[in-house]
C-alpha cells in the first residue's frame, strides 16, 4: 500500500541487533522451487464477506492464509472457526490496524497482545506469523515480534483491491503482475471494493492454476 516505503529497505539493511540477536526477516516471497505460491486474505473477518470467499476457496479446494484484526473479531467468532475448520492458515494483524510510525513500542505490544488473545480466547488457536498494518516495519516492531517469536510477513504481489474504484478486472491484473513461484498475493476480505474483490477471485485462482500453480498456505513453506 502507499504506506510501505524505503524504511522497510532501510531496516532490513540495518546491521544492529536487537537484544543481542539478529534483526528478524521480512519475508516478501515463500522459499520454493516449485510451482506454488500464498494467497492472503487482510482485515477480516467480516460477516458478509469472509464466507464468500471461504466458499470460492472451498470450491477451488486451495488453501489460503487470513491476517485478522482484533476488533472485527467481535460477532464473528464462528467465522474464525469456519476459516481453521476448512484448514486456512489465521496470522496476526493487530487488534485496530494502527500505522506504527505513530505508535509507541507500548502501544504496538498492547495491539499484537490484544490480537493474540482474541485469536486464543476464541479459537485456543496460537499464530505464527504476523503481517503489519501497511505493510509498516518499524525497529519496536522487529523487536516485540522477535521477542514473541512471530514470523513476519509482507506480500510480493499487491491486488489492490483495496483502492477505492479499482474493478474486477483491475484487481486481476495487478494480483499476477509478474507473478513467480514463491509469490505471496495480497488480497482483503474487508475493503471499499469487496464485491469486485470477490468478482476477480475466481478469475485470479483459475488463471493461476491453468498456468501450473498450487496454493498453500503461508507456514507450509520453509520459512
Not at 500464498?38 to 489460503?64: C, H, M, R, Y
Not at 485478522?68 to 469456519?82: D, V
Not at 479459537?123 to 516492531?141: C, D, E, H, M, Q
Not at 484487481?171 to 470477490?198: R, V
Request: net charge positive; aromatic share 8%.
Amino acid at each position: 500500500m502507499s504506506l510501505v516505503t524505503l524504511s522497510i529497505l532501510s531496516l532490513l539493511t540495518m546491521s544492529s541487533a536487537i537484544n543481542n540477536a539478529p534483526l528478524p526477516t521480512v519475508h516478501y516471497t515463500v522459499p520454493t522451487s516449485k510451482m506454488e505460491l500464498a494467497l492472503t486474505f487482510d482485515d477480516g473477518p467480516l460477516a458478509k464477506n469472509t464466507p464468500q470467499v471461504l466458499s470460492i476457496l472451498k470450491e477451488n479446494n486451495i488453501k489460503a492464509t487470513f491476517f485478522l484484526l482484533g476488533e472485527n473479531m467481535y460477532g464473528n467468532e464462528k467465522i474464525i472457526k469456519q476459516i481453521i475448520a476448512d484448514g486456512h492458515e489465521i496470522g496476526l494483524h493487530t487488534y485496530s490496524h494502527p500505522n506504527f510510525y505513530k505508535c509507541s513500542e507500548e502501544e504496538i505490544r498492547k495491539e499484537i497482545d490484544m490480537n493474540l488473545d482474541l485469536l486464543q480466547k476464541i479459537a485456543n488457536y496460537k499464530p505464527k506469523i504476523i503481517r503489519p498494518p501497511y505493510g509498516i516495519v518499524t525497529k519496536s516492531f522487529l523487536k516485540i515480534a522477535q521477542q514473541k517469536k512471530l514470523t513476519i510477513i509482507s506480500w510480493s504481489n499487491d491486488s489492490l483491491d483495496w483502492k477505492k474504484g479499482h474493478n474486477a478486472n483491475q484487481i486481476y491484473e495487478d494480483a499476477l503482475t509478474k507473478i513467480h513461484p514463491g509469490a505471496i498475493i495480497l488480497m482483503h476480505d474487508k475493503s471499499s471494493n469487496y464485491q469486485e474483490s470477490i468478482k476477480a477471485l475466481p478469475k485470479i485462482i483459475k488463471t493461476l492454476k491453468e498456468e501450473g500453480y498450487s496454493f498453500k498456505r503461508i507456514s507450509d513453506f520453509n520459512l
